[in-house]
């Protein structure tokens, strides 16, 4: 996955994208950049791999542009599961729990991610607490989202199933 350096300009539109997630009121533009210290700015093509079956998260992922896919693992074939949008979390399940993760991670097409790694994280949580705090109320809109989508794709199917009866 291609590493990109953070310019001054991606830093003004990063502290926006940020600023969307958290309550900025309590943060000032440069804990905001100082968040941004801790990150990489990554651009996987699409298709590639972020993260794969079996692995551990080691590193959390913002979807800043395009969307990453969540890939179940079929006998003869990959199948898309779901999707992470601009402005959530990617990777956050097996981040948090360490555990290997069952699905693969995908970059749909234009992705940009931005990164922090568990050394990283490990390192904000020591050095800048009040930022760690805001990013886990991150993940948990981020899965509050997911697992909305998810309830409301379960509920059609089943309206579906219901209404055909099959």
Known sequence: MERLPITT??????????????DTSILTRREIYDFL?????MS?????????IGQVGESLF???DGQGCLMAQLPESEMEIGKILPGEMLGEMSFFDRKPRDIRLRAGEDTRL??????????????????????LE???????????RTSADVAQLNRYVHRTGR
């Not at 210290?37 to 700015?41: A, H, I, K, S």
């Not at 996987?44 to 794969?52: F, V």
């Not at 790694?117 to 949580?125: K, Q």
């Open 114 to 135: 931005l990164r922090i790694s568990r050394r990283m994280y490990d390192r904000l949580r020591l050095e800048r607490p009040l930022l760690a705090v805001l990013l």
């Open 62 to 64: 913002f979807v800043l």
């Open 9 to 22: 300009e991606d830093r003004e539109a990063l502290g926006r994208f940020l600023g969307n997630l958290v």
């Open 138 to 148: 991150v993940a948990l809109i981020s899965l509050d989202h997911l697992y909305r």
């Open 37 to 41: 210290d801790y990150c990489d700015l």
């Open 44 to 52: 996987p093509k699409k298709g590639e791999i972020i993260a794969d």
